[in-house]
């Protein structure tokens, strides 16, 4: 099934019969958190790579039921949960500001952190676990895979949209909560050293896919070096536009709230446009096991390219738009070489469900990235022709 409707319950996060991986009391973290009512139900939730996510349900005393999201933040990957918790609460509260002078319902358009009993935006349990809360956002539906180019349109407005409400925001002030994130020869250099070290001696299996991987060095430099040269403006951006990172309307099925923002960081327009594109304009899932599947949709990126641009309202220059094909191939080959870096390294980073999941992952990425080599032409055409509109 490819829509979650919010609430309807998810796999994941390790949480059996009330207590976590830990045997920590569930109920006692959540019990730390200013919310209303009786605690009612708590459930592993949503299918997030990298957090563990909970929906929890309170019944209200005048009848009916609240909800919340509660999440363990993934402390292995972000080390300075604080300082990133710093960042959530700065950008939420800018952005309902800037909600509000546009008329939006600021509940439901963005994240809205629950504090706790201290006033404080995350809670350390015992086993120095960190933990957070925000409104769970109601009558909205979470998308695993594009259903029609209207919904990857209105993903493309709502990714255009929000760097251009951060547009102002001082991005001096942020955290850099994951450092050289979409760094692409860093993240090259990151995966060499995890075929040098080759802990899991499993390079020897993944010999062509090392290849592919290698044989595209001198493309990861490119947009870290037009950046470098001033030809591309650093901006706020979000920086992981998974599609499931946007809620939509149950009913509208309109763009509503775009969510986890761990890594709203100053980044590159081409990283938002890029990861997008790698998993919205796929036509199989991130771990489909048949590459006869995983193409690029041009339908579909032309849809998103619209979408974008016309969210950016004329905001991004003309190098940043003839650049965005570039975003798109780059993101999904550094997406590519993170799941393959991480499949050698044993699975450290990514949860993974199956055996060889990481690998599965990386070989749709790089299955992705040889296609759009192959549509490059159309790819650029495309780009043209949407900025013309
Ligand atoms: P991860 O970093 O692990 O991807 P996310 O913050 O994206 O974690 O949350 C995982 C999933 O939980 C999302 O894909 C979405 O389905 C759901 N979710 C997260 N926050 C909310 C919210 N405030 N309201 C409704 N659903 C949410
Ligand atoms: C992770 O958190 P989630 O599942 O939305 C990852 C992204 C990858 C993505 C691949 C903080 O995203 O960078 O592109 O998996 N997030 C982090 O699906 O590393
Ligand atoms: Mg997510």
Redesign the pocket.
């Known amino acids: 099934m490819s829509v ?1 409707v ?1 609430g309807l319950g998810g796999s994941e996060g390790g949480f059996m019969g009330g207590k976590n991986r830990e045997g920590l009391e569930i109920d006692q973290v959540i019990a730390q958190f200013k919310t209303k009512g009786r605690l009612a139900e708590k459930i592993p ?7 563990d ?1 909970f929906l929890v349900t309170y019944e209200m005393p005048e009848g009916g039921t609240r909800r919340y ?1 509660l ?1 363990k933040m993934n402390h292995s990957i972000f080390k300075e949960p604080v300082q990133l918790m710093e960042n959530v609460v700065n950008v939420t509260e800018y952005l309902r500001k800037v909600i509000i002078s546009q008329g939006g319902d600021p509940d439901r358009e963005t ?1 809205n952190v629950v504090k706790t009993g201290s006033d404080s935006s995350y809670y350390q349990d015992v086993q120095g676990n960190y933990w957070r809360m ?4 109601e009558h ?1 539906v ?1 998308l695993e895979k594009v259903e029609s180019e209207k919904d990857f349109y209105d993903s493309g407005v709502a990714f255009g949209n929000f760097q251009r409400m951060l547009a102002d925001y001082p991005a001096n002030t942020l955290n850099e909560t994951i450092p050289n994130f979409h760094n692409t020869p860093s993240r090259f250099r990151d995966f060499q050293r995890a075929v040098q070290e080759d802990k899991m001696k499993r390079a020897a299996m993944v010999k062509e896919e090392i290849a592919f991987a290698l044989a595209r060095e001198k493309d990861t430099c490119i947009l870290v070096d037009l950046l470098k040269e001033g030809k591309l403006p650093l901006r706020v951006t979000h920086n992981d536009t998974k599609l ?2 946007i ?1 939509f309307d149950a009913d509208s099925k309109k763009a509503v ?1 775009i ?2 923002l ?1 890594t709203v960081m100053p980044g590159l327009s081409h990283y938002d446009f890029g990861d997008s594109i790698r998993f919205g304009a796929s036509t199989g899932a991130e771990d489909e096991k048949d590459l006869d599947k995983i193409k690029i949709d041009l339908g579909l990126f032309e849809a998103f390219t619209k979408g974008y641009l016309e969210g950016c309202k004329g905001s991004l220059t003309a190098k940043e738009i003839e650049m965005l094909p570039m975003g798109a191939k780059l993101m999904t080959y550094e997406c590519g070489i993170r799941f393959l870096a991480d499949y050698l390294e044993g699975d450290v980073y990514f949860k993974i469900h199956r055996e060889g999941h990481n690998l599965d992952r990386a070989r749709t990425q790089f299955k992705l990235v040889k296609d759009m080599e192959d549509k490059w032409d159309e790819m650029m055409a495309i780009v043209e022709k949407c900025r013309q509109l």
Not at 45 to 51: D, E, R, S
């Open positions: 979650r919010s939730y949503g299918n997030g790579h990298i957090n996510t999201i999440q994240l925000f409104l769970f956002v909205t979470c499931n990172n809620l709230c969510i986890d761990d």
